[in-house]
């Protein structure tokens, strides 16, 4: 079982920056990939960023290219997603969640409670 736990959300004026942090503790947290994703009021929950298992490989939604930046500290069990530039868009609950395999995939087993982004304008 694998229980991961975010925190660094809060509110953050337009254009600043929130860095994201997510520990995950239970089985092998540096086998499996992991991501991001974010729900905002009204809206499904959509795929903000995945790393893999060995922080080479990332993907990110187009939304948020080229502002986000996902890493992960496998001698910590802790992904990261430092957020920068943020437009008022991004305000939603963000949740890290662990993935099945190895690499970025659509699957993810372990998801965690959230933590709240408000972008004021």
């Known amino acids: 079982q694998v229980q991961p736990v975010e925190s660094g959300g809060g509110l953050v004026q337009a254009g600043g920056s929130l860095r994201l942090s997510c520990a995950a503790s239970?089985?092998?947290?540096?086998?499996?990939?992991a991501g991001w994703f974010r729900q905002a009021p009204g809206k499904e929950r959509e795929f903000v960023a995945c790393?893999?298992?060995?922080?080479?490989?990332?993907y990110y939604a187009d939304s948020v290219k080229g502002r986000f930046l996902i890493s992960r500290d496998n001698a910590k069990n802790t992904v990261y997603l430092q957020m920068n530039s943020l437009k008022p868009e991004d305000t939603a609950v963000y949740y890290c969640?662990?993935?099945?395999?190895?690499?970025?995939?659509?699957?993810?087993?372990?998801w965690g409670q959230g933590t709240q982004v408000t972008v004021s304008s």
């Open positions: 969640a662990v993935g099945r395999y190895s690499g970025c995939s659509s699957t993810y087993d372990y």
């Open positions: 239970g089985r092998t947290f540096s086998d499996y990939g």
């Open positions: 790393v893999g298992w060995n922080n080479r490989r990332t």
